[in-house]
Structure formats: C-alpha cells, structure tokens
C-alpha cells in the first residue's frame, strides 16, 4: 500500500470515527455558554453535572430545558437527570429535531414551559449550536421584543456555532415565526414555507395509479 492510499484511509477511518463521535453523543466541540437574558435566560450545550451545579451556584437556575427529549438509559441523559434531581432543579425534556421543523406540539410544550417554569431558564441541546440557536431567538421575541430577524442576529449566529448553510430549517422557522398564537392556532409544518424541511411531519400523498 502506497503512503498516499495509506493516507486517505486514514483520513476516511478518522471521519468515520469522528462522525461516531458525534453521532453517539460524545462529542461536544464547547461548552458554548450564553447569556440570553439576564437574569431570566441562559443557553449552552449539553452540560456536565459539574458544570450544571457551578451554574445553579452562580447564576440561580432553576429550570433546566433539555431539547434532546427523554432518553433514559443514555449516559449523558441520565448523568443530567441525577445533576437536576441532586440539585432539586426542575428539568423539562423536549425532543426538538436538529435537521427538521419542530412538530406544533413540542412547540407547544416549549411556550407552556417559559410561561410557567421558575427562573433563571437554562436551555441546551447537544452542541448548543442549532435547536438551542431556534429556542433562544423565539424565546427572544417573544419575551425581549425582538422581531424575527434581529432575533436571529443575536441567537442564530456563527458565535453560537450555528451554522445555517448546513441546518437551514432553524432560520427559516424563526423568519416565519408570527407569536404564540399563531404557533397554536395556524402553524403547520407542513405549509409551503416549511415543507422543504417538513420530514416525517407530513403524511405521505397517496400513489396515484397510472
């Protein structure tokens, strides 16, 4: 085997590990901490339990929104899960999809849990860079008086990881995002707006016989 072919398997065995990586939820490329509001409002990615009770300590929180949903039996999940409870913070989970449009309903838990949850809020998801870039801008309009497009600026940007040229259902969401009401009354991922990043959120059009 030539160096070169020795080379590129050895670039394409070190992407497939790193792809494992990421996937099987090892991976986390920063802590990405940011102060959304004050006070009220926090994002990162998927923390350690040593670094949740540093912020209990520092910052006071008292919720946690874990975007990932519930997934016992998953080390980092059930690592959280004892932080939270040892703490006696409350935690919320909520399984928004990276890739897709969020189904209505998930979204709904997610407008219930900033009306109702005790703050300070602490938001992640596992990077902190995509689901938790969408949650922060909607939690941004809807309690900072953003509008869609300075709420991206602020909470969809590179400084947060987010990267909207490989995961572009994220900004096109909060571009249409028109309040709470509307979310419960009229969104639909499947609408024309959303449907390129609709996934399975959509039935299937039945075959027409030819």
């Avoid at 639909?188 to 027409?208: I, K, M």
Wanted: hydrophobic share 40%; glycine share 6%; net charge neutral.
């Amino acid at each position: 085997m030539s160096r070169r072919t020795k080379a590129v398997v050895g670039l394409v065995l070190f992407c497939a590990f790193a792809g494992w990586m990421y996937r099987s939820s090892v991976f986390r490329p920063a802590e990405n901490f940011h102060v959304v509001d004050e006070g009220r409002f926090y994002r990162m990615a998927q923390p350690r339990p040593e670094e949740l009770e540093a912020l209990v300590k520092k910052y006071g929180i008292k919720t946690v929104i874990n975007l990932r949903g519930h997934q016992s039996g998953e080390w980092w999940y059930d690592d959280e899960a004892a932080a939270t409870k040892k703490l006696g913070i409350k935690q919320v989970d909520i399984g928004f999809s990276t890739e897709n449009v969020q189904f209505k309903d998930d979204w709904i838990t997610y407008l219930d849990t900033l009306k109702t949850a005790e703050r300070p809020i602490l938001v992640h998801c596992r990077s902190g860079a995509d689901r938790t870039s969408e949650a922060s801008a909607v939690y941004a309009i809807e309690y900072m008086g953003k509008s869609p497009e300075l709420a991206i600026e602020d909470h969809m940007a590179l400084s947060n990881l987010h990267l909207s040229l490989f995961i572009p259902a994220k900004k096109q969401f909060v571009r249409n995002y028109k309040g709470d009401q509307w979310l419960r009354t009229a969104y639909d991922p499947c609408a024309p707006e959303f449907l390129e990043w609709a996934g399975n959120r959509c039935p299937t059009p039945p075959t027409v016989a030819k």
